[in-house]
């Protein structure tokens, strides 16, 4: 089964230690398995906070959110019969929630300006109580103030002027945060003031329409001078502020410890005015990814940002406007030093990459192109603290480029001396390349030798097999001529003896003279017959050889066409070697200088 989330508590306050900063600790291991991950930590974060008085609904509140975030039908999200569930809840007047939480699981969307983002959402204690220690109070309500994109500012039945008091130290913060600062971003960014149990519904009905009148009826208010000032201010404060008027959720929530988080004990009007509420807070594009000096925040910054406030919080004794502005200074100055460096970084490693040799006098024309680009780069940047902020931090990035140049230097003269043993090496392969070639040349005009050796042999070879052959057919021809010499001296014979017989002369001395003679002219014949098979068997044989010596002789013209094959190609490739040790490598040009840009991300 899929892990849909939990809670995670990233700070902790340390009941037993009532003052002093080891009563804070932040869980930054668990904040980095949460926004460090591949798919976020170069994503904007949107994050969504509730603050506000203790055992008000704000846990409450947020597990709504998570169920319409996790829902896949936003049309009927809060109709589910599933149990509330999410960040730990309950009725009743002793505190839930302490410290911070995270949920661990992060939702995507798309911000207002249609950029891909995550949603977060964080859970705080309950501030402003007889539990809460001021220092708690700055602490928990700071941090999620200033770390917030959404913060829901959650009250009790109506905007009470011991409310606005609360918010009264962090317009302090705003007044000095940029009073002679560079930046023109407002420090905090959305503020929803979260009323529940509105009672006054015939004056001002539910929902946003109606909190925007009534927030704006109490911010022109001049009841009280001390939050006059506060009401003039707050717009220079908050990018966007707004209100919703809440009905009461019903007495099964709020009178009862049991209650369960089943949606059927929850008013009908809660829920409707929840119901169109949330949508318009965290649909498409109605979210604005978190801030800082009109920078986004991306999921690794928010760690490092979040880090950052906690630390200077937690160092000084007693927290002040004046704290917060110095790590906002502190924090969006080193994000701009960082910018700048790495932008130096950045170029200088393109321009010696791959082993790359600039000339020294080249390498310190260029590198002066870059450092002077760092340092306008640092210098345009709207961060606060004004001039002396800027100066200091300036030195600091100047220090810091000086300590990359010697590095850079270094490798630099490394890359010369690795160049030259790589010449050197090369220099030495391709002479025994040359000798190897060489070598191989003198095989082949060798072995080219012996082949033409071969070839004059299988002439030769071929001259005796065809004298041969003539002189086999020459005999034959005389054969023939014996053969019918004989088959004539038999038949006169035969005629001779036939016409003694017929003359009654022949005796028996002559008629045996003729029978031997007849014999032995058989016998000649015979043998001129043999010798006719023996002289054709021959010539048989003689024209086998002169088959077999016909493909030799193709056999040695594709080896001559092979050797004289090979010899071009060693001949070709012992001038590309030639041609290599002539010319020894010399150092490319350096290449023109290219600032290479990277995104300022204020922070």
């Given at each position: 089964?899929?892990?849909?989330?939990?809670?995670?508590?990233?700070?902790?306050?340390?009941?037993?230690?009532?003052?002093?900063?080891?009563?804070?600790?932040?869980?930054?291991?668990?904040?980095?398995?949460?926004?460090?991950?591949?798919?976020?930590?170069?994503?904007?974060?949107?994050?969504?906070?509730?603050?506000?008085?203790?055992?008000?609904?704000?846990?409450?509140?947020?597990?709504?959110?998570?169920?319409?975030?996790?829902?896949?039908?936003?049309?009927?999200?809060?109709?589910?019969?599933?149990?509330?569930?999410?960040?730990?809840?309950r009725g009743g007047s002793a505190r839930e929630t302490t410290g911070?939480?995270?949920?661990?699981?992060?939702?995507?969307?798309?911000?207002?300006?249609?950029?891909?983002?995550?949603?977060?959402?964080?859970?705080?204690?309950?501030?402003?109580?007889?539990?809460?220690?001021?220092?708690?109070?700055?602490?928990?309500?700071?941090?999620?103030?200033?770390?917030?994109?959404?913060?829901?500012?959650?009250?009790?039945?109506?905007?009470?002027?011991?409310?606005?008091?609360?918010?009264?130290?962090?317009?302090?913060?705003?007044?000095?945060?940029?009073?002679?600062?560079?930046?023109?971003?407002?420090?905090?960014?959305?503020?929803?003031?979260?009323?529940?149990?509105?009672?006054?519904?015939?004056?001002?009905?539910?929902?946003?329409?109606?909190?925007?009148?009534?927030?704006?009826?109490?911010?022109?208010?001049?009841?009280?001078?001390?939050?006059?000032?506060?009401?003039?201010?707050?717009?220079?404060?908050?990018?966007?502020?707004?209100?919703?008027?809440?009905?009461?959720?019903?007495?099964?929530?709020?009178?009862?410890?049991?209650?369960?988080?089943?949606?059927?004990?929850?008013?009908?009007?809660?829920?409707?005015?929840?119901?169109?509420?949330?949508?318009?807070?965290?649909?498409?594009?109605?979210?604005?990814?978190?801030?800082?000096?009109?920078?986004?925040?991306?999921?690794?910054?928010?760690?490092?940002?979040?880090?950052?406030?906690?630390?200077?919080?937690?160092?000084?004794?007693?927290?002040?406007?004046?704290?917060?502005?110095?790590?906002?200074?502190?924090?969006?100055?080193?994000?701009?030093?960082?910018?700048?460096?790495?932008?130096?970084?950045?170029?200088?490693?393109?321009?010696?990459?791959?082993?790359?040799?600039?000339?020294?006098?080249?390498?310190?024309?260029?590198?002066?192109?870059?450092?002077?680009?760092?340092?306008?780069?640092?210098?345009?940047?709207?961060?606060?603290?004004?001039?002396?902020?800027?100066?200091?931090?300036?030195?600091?990035?100047?220090?810091?480029?000086?300590?990359?140049?010697?590095?850079?230097?270094?490798?630099?003269?490394?890359?010369?001396?690795?160049?030259?043993?790589?010449?050197?090496?090369?220099?030495?392969?391709?002479?025994?390349?040359?000798?190897?070639?060489?070598?191989?040349?003198?095989?082949?005009?060798?072995?080219?030798?012996?082949?033409?050796?071969?070839?004059?042999?299988?002439?030769?070879?071929?001259?005796?097999?065809?004298?041969?052959?003539?002189?086999?057919?020459?005999?034959?021809?005389?054969?023939?001529?014996?053969?019918?010499?004989?088959e004539e001296e038999r038949l006169r014979m035969e005629a001779e003896?036939?016409?003694?017989?017929?003359?009654?002369?022949?005796?028996?001395?002559?008629?045996?003279?003729?029978?031997?003679?007849?014999?032995?002219?058989?016998?000649?014949?015979?043998?001129?017959?043999?010798?006719?098979?023996?002289?054709?068997?021959?010539?048989?044989?003689?024209?086998?050889?002169?088959?077999?010596?016909?493909?030799?002789?193709?056999?040695?013209?594709?080896?001559?066409?092979?050797?004289?094959?090979?010899?071009?190609?060693?001949?070709?490739?012992?001038?590309?070697?030639?041609?290599?040790?002539?010319?020894?490598?010399?150092?490319?040009?350096?290449?023109?200088?290219?600032?290479?840009?990277?995104?300022?991300?204020?922070?």
């Amino acid at each position: 089964m899929a892990d849909d989330g939990h809670p995670v508590q990233i700070v902790r306050i340390n009941e037993q230690i009532e003052e002093g900063p080891d009563r804070y600790e932040l869980d930054v291991e668990a904040m980095r398995e949460i926004f460090d991950r591949d798919d976020v930590r170069d994503r904007p974060i949107c994050v969504l906070t509730v603050a506000g008085a203790m055992r008000q609904g704000k846990s409450f509140l947020l597990n709504f959110v998570l169920r319409y975030l996790k829902s896949a039908d936003k049309e009927n999200w809060i109709e589910s019969e599933e149990m509330l569930s999410g960040f730990e809840f309950r009725g009743g007047s002793a505190r839930e929630t302490t410290g911070i939480y995270m949920w661990s699981q992060l939702f995507p969307t798309k911000t207002d300006k249609g950029e891909k983002a995550y949603i977060a959402i964080m859970d705080t204690q309950g501030c402003f109580d007889h539990e809460a220690l001021m220092r708690d109070n700055s602490l928990i309500f700071g941090l999620s103030l200033l770390m917030s994109s959404v913060t829901i500012y959650n009250l009790f039945r109506q905007i009470k002027e011991d409310d606005l008091h609360h918010l009264a130290f962090f317009s302090e913060f705003g007044k000095l945060a940029y009073s002679g600062s560079n930046s023109h971003y407002t420090p905090f960014q959305k503020l929803l003031f979260l009323v529940r149990d509105w009672e006054w519904v015939d004056e001002r009905p539910y929902g946003l329409d109606g909190g925007k009148s009534y927030v704006s009826v109490v911010l022109d208010s001049k009841s009280n001078k001390e939050t006059k000032e506060l009401r003039e201010r707050m717009p220079t404060l908050f990018e966007d502020i707004t209100c919703c008027l809440m009905p009461e959720p019903g007495k099964k929530v709020t009178k009862t410890k049991h209650f369960q988080g089943t949606v059927d004990d929850i008013e009908p009007d809660f829920l409707r005015e929840l119901k169109a509420l949330l949508p318009s807070l965290l649909g498409p594009k109605k979210m604005s990814a978190k801030t800082i000096d009109g920078s986004r925040v991306k999921g690794k910054e928010f760690v490092d940002d979040f880090s950052v406030y906690f630390k200077n919080f937690k160092e000084n004794d007693s927290i002040q406007a004046q704290t917060l502005v110095q790590s906002m200074i502190e924090n969006g100055q080193r994000k701009s030093l960082e910018t700048s460096l790495a932008t130096y970084v950045r170029s200088m490693d393109a321009l010696l990459a791959s082993d790359t040799y600039i000339e020294e006098d080249q390498l310190a024309e260029i590198s002066k192109t870059y450092y002077n680009s760092a340092i306008e780069l640092h210098a345009s940047s709207k961060t606060m603290g004004g001039a002396e902020a800027q100066e200091r931090y300036q030195g600091l990035l100047k220090d810091a480029l000086d300590q990359e140049l010697e590095k850079y230097k270094a490798r630099n003269l490394k890359n010369k001396e690795t160049k030259e043993k790589l010449n050197q090496a090369e220099k030495l392969r391709a002479e025994e390349e040359e000798a190897k070639v060489q070598a191989q040349r003198e095989a082949v005009e060798a072995q080219m030798r012996q082949q033409q050796a071969e070839e004059q042999r299988l002439e030769e070879e071929k001259a005796r097999i065809q004298a041969e052959q003539e002189a086999i057919e020459a005999n034959m021809k005389q054969q023939e001529v014996e053969k019918c010499r004989i088959e004539e001296e038999r038949l006169r014979m035969e005629a001779e003896q036939e016409k003694l017989l017929l003359q009654g002369k022949l005796d028996e001395a002559a008629k045996q003279a003729l029978e031997d003679q007849r014999k032995r002219i058989e016998l000649e014949r015979d043998m001129a017959e043999a010798n006719a098979q023996r002289e054709a068997s021959e010539r048989a044989r003689i024209e086998q050889e002169k088959k077999a010596l016909e493909v030799e002789r193709q056999a040695h013209e594709l080896n001559v066409a092979t050797l004289n094959a090979s010899k071009e190609a060693l001949m070709e490739q012992n001038k590309l070697l030639r041609d290599q040790i002539a010319q020894r490598p010399v150092p490319a040009p350096a290449p023109k200088p290219q600032i290479v840009p990277v995104p300022c991300c204020i922070m």
